[in-house]
Protein backbone atom coordinates (compact mmCIF):
# COMPACT_ATOMS: atom_id res chain seq x y z
CA UNK A 1 0.00 0.00 0.00
CA UNK A 2 1.45 3.38 -1.03
CA UNK A 3 1.48 6.36 1.37
CA UNK A 4 -1.64 7.88 1.08
CA UNK A 5 -3.96 5.16 1.13
CA UNK A 6 -3.97 4.59 -2.96
CA UNK A 7 -2.79 1.04 -3.39
CA UNK A 8 -0.69 -0.25 -6.27
CA UNK A 9 -1.99 -2.17 -9.02
CA UNK A 10 -0.59 -6.33 -8.71
CA UNK A 11 2.44 -7.43 -10.98
CA UNK A 12 2.18 -10.91 -12.57
CA UNK A 13 5.89 -12.03 -13.81
CA UNK A 14 5.25 -14.32 -17.13
CA UNK A 15 8.31 -17.04 -18.53
CA UNK A 16 7.43 -17.41 -21.85
CA UNK A 17 10.41 -20.58 -21.73
CA UNK A 18 8.45 -22.49 -19.54
CA UNK A 19 7.31 -26.07 -20.57
CA UNK A 20 4.05 -26.73 -20.89
CA UNK A 21 2.39 -30.08 -18.96
CA UNK A 22 2.40 -33.10 -21.80
CA UNK A 23 -1.43 -33.75 -22.68
CA UNK A 24 -2.99 -37.07 -22.17
CA UNK A 25 -2.60 -40.15 -24.83
CA UNK A 26 -5.42 -40.12 -26.81
CA UNK A 27 -7.84 -43.32 -25.66
CA UNK A 28 -7.40 -46.34 -28.28
CA UNK A 29 -10.55 -47.29 -29.61
CA UNK A 30 -11.69 -50.94 -27.95
CA UNK A 31 -10.55 -54.09 -29.18
CA UNK A 32 -8.08 -53.14 -31.96
CA UNK A 33 -4.76 -53.98 -29.67
CA UNK A 34 -6.49 -57.22 -28.54
CA UNK A 35 -6.67 -58.55 -32.21
CA UNK A 36 -3.07 -57.58 -33.44
CA UNK A 37 -1.41 -59.24 -30.87
CA UNK A 38 -3.02 -62.69 -31.27
CA UNK A 39 -2.55 -62.42 -35.11
CA UNK A 40 1.60 -62.22 -34.09
CA UNK A 41 1.29 -65.07 -31.47
CA UNK A 42 -0.11 -67.21 -34.38
CA UNK A 43 2.74 -66.11 -36.89
CA UNK A 44 4.99 -66.93 -34.32
CA UNK A 45 3.74 -69.84 -33.57
CA UNK A 46 3.25 -71.36 -36.92
CA UNK A 47 6.68 -70.33 -38.03
CA UNK A 48 8.10 -72.76 -34.97
CA UNK A 49 6.10 -75.27 -36.04
CA UNK A 50 7.19 -75.42 -39.19
CA UNK A 51 10.68 -75.59 -38.36
CA UNK A 52 10.18 -78.21 -35.96
CA UNK A 53 8.39 -79.97 -38.76
CA UNK A 54 11.50 -78.85 -41.25
CA UNK A 55 14.17 -80.45 -38.72
CA UNK A 56 12.12 -83.89 -38.30
CA UNK A 57 12.29 -84.19 -42.36
CA UNK A 58 16.04 -83.96 -41.93
CA UNK A 59 16.95 -86.05 -39.09
CA UNK A 60 14.82 -88.89 -40.66
CA UNK A 61 16.72 -88.47 -43.95
CA UNK A 62 19.42 -88.36 -42.39
CA UNK A 63 19.01 -91.84 -40.05
CA UNK A 64 17.61 -93.57 -43.62
CA UNK A 65 20.43 -92.62 -45.52
CA UNK A 66 22.36 -93.85 -42.20
CA UNK A 67 21.19 -97.04 -42.19
CA UNK A 68 21.21 -97.44 -45.28
CA UNK A 69 25.33 -97.03 -45.80
CA UNK A 70 25.56 -98.98 -42.63
CA UNK A 71 24.24 -102.25 -44.00
CA UNK A 72 25.93 -102.25 -47.59
CA UNK A 73 29.42 -102.00 -45.30
CA UNK A 74 28.42 -104.53 -43.57
CA UNK A 75 27.19 -106.75 -46.44
CA UNK A 76 30.74 -105.57 -48.00
CA UNK A 77 32.56 -106.69 -45.24
CA UNK A 78 30.69 -109.91 -44.78
CA UNK A 79 31.66 -110.48 -48.27
CA UNK A 80 35.24 -109.90 -47.93
CA UNK A 81 35.19 -112.06 -44.82
CA UNK A 82 33.46 -115.03 -46.65
CA UNK A 83 36.55 -114.74 -49.18
CA UNK A 84 39.29 -117.59 -47.86
CA UNK A 85 42.41 -115.64 -47.26
CA UNK A 86 45.74 -117.18 -47.74
CA UNK A 87 47.42 -117.03 -43.93
CA UNK A 88 51.41 -116.96 -44.27
CA UNK A 89 52.72 -119.81 -42.51
CA UNK A 90 54.37 -117.39 -39.71
CA UNK A 91 51.30 -115.23 -38.54
CA UNK A 92 49.04 -118.46 -37.78
CA UNK A 93 48.11 -118.75 -34.68
CA UNK A 94 49.42 -121.06 -32.43
CA UNK A 95 46.16 -123.69 -31.36
CA UNK A 96 48.12 -125.17 -28.47
CA UNK A 97 47.26 -124.15 -25.12
CA UNK A 98 50.51 -123.78 -22.95
CA UNK A 99 49.85 -126.04 -19.54
CA UNK A 100 49.68 -124.00 -16.30
CA UNK A 101 52.24 -126.33 -14.43
CA UNK A 102 55.39 -128.75 -15.33
CA UNK A 103 54.65 -131.42 -17.80
CA UNK A 104 56.53 -133.73 -19.70
CA UNK A 105 55.99 -136.85 -22.08
CA UNK A 106 58.42 -138.62 -24.62
CA UNK A 107 58.22 -141.47 -26.90
CA UNK A 108 60.73 -143.98 -28.40
CA UNK A 109 62.95 -143.28 -31.33
CA UNK A 110 64.81 -146.38 -32.90
CA UNK A 111 67.90 -145.68 -30.89
CA UNK A 112 65.72 -146.10 -27.15
CA UNK A 113 68.50 -147.53 -25.18
CA UNK A 114 72.09 -146.89 -23.99
CA UNK A 115 74.38 -149.52 -23.13
CA UNK A 116 73.74 -149.12 -19.43
CA UNK A 117 70.58 -149.84 -19.92
CA UNK A 118 68.44 -146.06 -19.35
CA UNK A 119 65.89 -145.62 -22.02
CA UNK A 120 66.94 -142.99 -24.54
CA UNK A 121 63.90 -141.19 -25.83
CA UNK A 122 62.90 -139.68 -29.22
CA UNK A 123 63.82 -135.59 -29.74
CA UNK A 124 62.92 -135.46 -33.17
CA UNK A 125 59.52 -135.36 -32.76
CA UNK A 126 58.70 -132.51 -30.70
CA UNK A 127 58.23 -134.13 -27.38
CA UNK A 128 55.86 -132.27 -24.34
CA UNK A 129 58.57 -130.18 -22.34
CA UNK A 130 57.30 -127.56 -20.63
CA UNK A 131 59.14 -126.40 -17.62
CA UNK A 132 61.03 -129.75 -18.12
CA UNK A 133 64.46 -130.33 -19.01
CA UNK A 134 65.93 -133.06 -21.26
CA UNK A 135 69.11 -134.27 -20.93
CA UNK A 136 70.97 -137.80 -21.76
CA UNK A 137 68.00 -139.72 -21.28
CA UNK A 138 66.81 -138.09 -18.01
CA UNK A 139 64.04 -135.80 -17.02
CA UNK A 140 65.50 -132.66 -15.13
CA UNK A 141 63.30 -131.02 -12.58
CA UNK A 142 63.06 -127.45 -12.68
CA UNK A 143 60.44 -126.80 -9.99
CA UNK A 144 60.33 -128.09 -6.62
CA UNK A 145 56.94 -129.82 -5.61
CA UNK A 146 55.04 -133.36 -6.02
CA UNK A 147 54.59 -134.87 -9.34
CA UNK A 148 53.00 -138.46 -11.23
CA UNK A 149 55.60 -140.32 -12.75
CA UNK A 150 54.50 -142.75 -15.29
CA UNK A 151 56.44 -145.27 -17.81
CA UNK A 152 55.46 -148.12 -20.28
CA UNK A 153 57.44 -150.67 -22.19
CA UNK A 154 56.47 -152.96 -24.48
CA UNK A 155 58.63 -156.58 -24.37
CA UNK A 156 59.11 -159.69 -25.21
CA UNK A 157 58.82 -162.83 -23.03
CA UNK A 158 61.69 -165.42 -23.66
CA UNK A 159 63.52 -167.34 -21.40
CA UNK A 160 65.34 -164.46 -19.38
CA UNK A 161 63.68 -162.52 -16.72
CA UNK A 162 62.91 -158.66 -17.51
CA UNK A 163 63.15 -155.90 -15.25
CA UNK A 164 61.53 -152.13 -16.01
CA UNK A 165 62.28 -149.64 -13.09
CA UNK A 166 62.06 -145.72 -13.23
CA UNK A 167 65.07 -144.52 -10.85
CA UNK A 168 65.79 -141.07 -9.16
CA UNK A 169 69.46 -139.03 -8.56
CA UNK A 170 69.68 -136.04 -7.06
CA UNK A 171 72.27 -133.68 -5.09
CA UNK A 172 71.20 -134.63 -2.07
CA UNK A 173 72.09 -137.55 -2.62
CA UNK A 174 75.06 -139.06 -4.33
CA UNK A 175 75.58 -142.22 -3.54
CA UNK A 176 73.47 -144.41 -6.13
CA UNK A 177 70.67 -144.22 -8.05
CA UNK A 178 67.14 -143.90 -6.18
CA UNK A 179 64.71 -146.89 -7.12
CA UNK A 180 61.00 -145.21 -7.64
CA UNK A 181 59.52 -148.06 -9.28
CA UNK A 182 59.97 -151.45 -10.69
CA UNK A 183 58.73 -154.45 -12.50
CA UNK A 184 60.46 -157.56 -13.06
CA UNK A 185 58.99 -160.70 -15.02
CA UNK A 186 60.22 -164.08 -14.84
CA UNK A 187 60.79 -165.97 -17.91
CA UNK A 188 58.20 -168.28 -18.79
CA UNK A 189 57.94 -172.05 -18.15
CA UNK A 190 59.68 -174.59 -20.38
CA UNK A 191 57.83 -175.59 -23.90
CA UNK A 192 55.72 -172.03 -23.73
CA UNK A 193 56.13 -170.15 -27.00
CA UNK A 194 58.12 -166.67 -27.01
CA UNK A 195 55.19 -163.67 -26.31
CA UNK A 196 55.11 -160.08 -25.93
CA UNK A 197 53.95 -158.37 -22.60
CA UNK A 198 53.34 -154.59 -21.19
CA UNK A 199 54.85 -153.10 -18.30
CA UNK A 200 53.63 -149.85 -17.00
CA UNK A 201 54.20 -148.32 -13.96
CA UNK A 202 53.41 -145.20 -12.24
CA UNK A 203 53.02 -143.49 -8.91
CA UNK A 204 53.14 -139.93 -6.92
CA UNK A 205 56.91 -138.54 -5.67
CA UNK A 206 57.90 -135.17 -4.32
CA UNK A 207 60.68 -133.91 -6.36
CA UNK A 208 63.29 -130.92 -5.49
CA UNK A 209 65.10 -128.62 -8.23
CA UNK A 210 67.64 -130.09 -10.08
CA UNK A 211 66.21 -133.76 -9.20
CA UNK A 212 66.72 -136.59 -12.23
CA UNK A 213 64.54 -139.21 -13.13
CA UNK A 214 64.80 -141.55 -15.70
CA UNK A 215 63.56 -144.94 -17.27
CA UNK A 216 66.30 -148.55 -17.11
CA UNK A 217 65.47 -151.71 -18.21
CA UNK A 218 67.55 -154.77 -17.97
CA UNK A 219 67.78 -157.71 -20.51
CA UNK A 220 67.29 -154.67 -23.11
CA UNK A 221 66.78 -157.13 -25.98
CA UNK A 222 63.93 -157.91 -24.97
CA UNK A 223 62.45 -154.26 -25.35
CA UNK A 224 60.45 -154.09 -28.72
CA UNK A 225 59.69 -150.50 -30.54
CA UNK A 226 57.13 -151.05 -33.54
CA UNK A 227 55.15 -147.88 -33.25
CA UNK A 228 56.02 -144.95 -30.68
CA UNK A 229 53.00 -145.37 -28.92
CA UNK A 230 54.14 -148.48 -27.43
CA UNK A 231 57.29 -146.88 -25.16
CA UNK A 232 56.43 -143.80 -23.60
CA UNK A 233 57.73 -141.89 -20.10
CA UNK A 234 56.03 -139.07 -18.79
CA UNK A 235 55.27 -136.58 -15.63
CA UNK A 236 53.34 -133.66 -14.39
CA UNK A 237 52.63 -131.94 -11.12
CA UNK A 238 50.07 -132.40 -9.57
Not at 70 to 97: C, F, L, W, Y
Not at 130 to 151: A, F, N, R, T
Request: aromatic share 10%; glycine share 8%.
Amino acid sequence: MAEGGVPYPSVFMVDSHAAYPPLPPKPRPPGRGGVAQILLFLLVGLALCGLAIEACFIYHLYSNQGSAESGSAGMSIQDHEDIPKEVPPTSRPNPIVLPSKPVAHLTAGPQALHGDGVMVWDMQTEPLLHEMEYKDGKLVIQKEGYYYVYSKIFFSEVNVAFTHSVCRTTPRYLRKDIELLKSRRYYPKSGKMMSTSNSYLGGVFHFFEDDSIFVKVKNSTQVRIHSSTENVFGIYMI
